[in-house]
């Protein structure tokens, strides 16, 4: 199932199959480990290793948007309505609206997809329309989003 990422590519996975490389060089291998580099620091550099060559990594978006003061009651309830069929997605790990303690009129949504595809079929899901046309129509007065990659994720 292309929705879903592969089992295999989890860090988890890798971990466990490094590890038993790691056993199996320790037990093949002439050289005393006192000469050679320590076995956290081979684990760490072959886990960051891993990491960066799996394809399926989670992405992770961060849009932060500040809402025009006097369409704030029509956000709150159309930024309802995308969360919540956001996270009906089976594609979407996590989508959390957070408001500004600093700033009452700045959100931030935290967003975790599966993968890019998860993220395309997201902006073509019904309850994603209405955030592209409230932005369109001024009711931001700034909106910005951050891509990343999921690293260290649950």
Known sequence: ND????????????????????????AFTSTPIST????????????????????????CLVVEAEVNPDRMEEFLDMIEKNAIGSRKEPGCLRFDVIRSKDNPNKFFFYEVYVDTA????HKEQPHFAPWSSFKASGGTISSVTNKADGWFMP
Do not use: I
């Open 3 to 26: 929705q879903f990422p592969n089992p295999f590519c989890s860090l988890h996975m890798r971990f466990s199959g490094l590890f038993a490389l790691f056993v199996l060089t320790e």
């Open 36 to 59: 050679r580099l320590s076995p956290s620091k081979k684990m760490s550099s072959a886990l960051a290793s891993a990491a960066e060559s799996c394809d399926s990594k989670e992405v």
């Open 118 to 121: 998860a993220v395309a079929f």
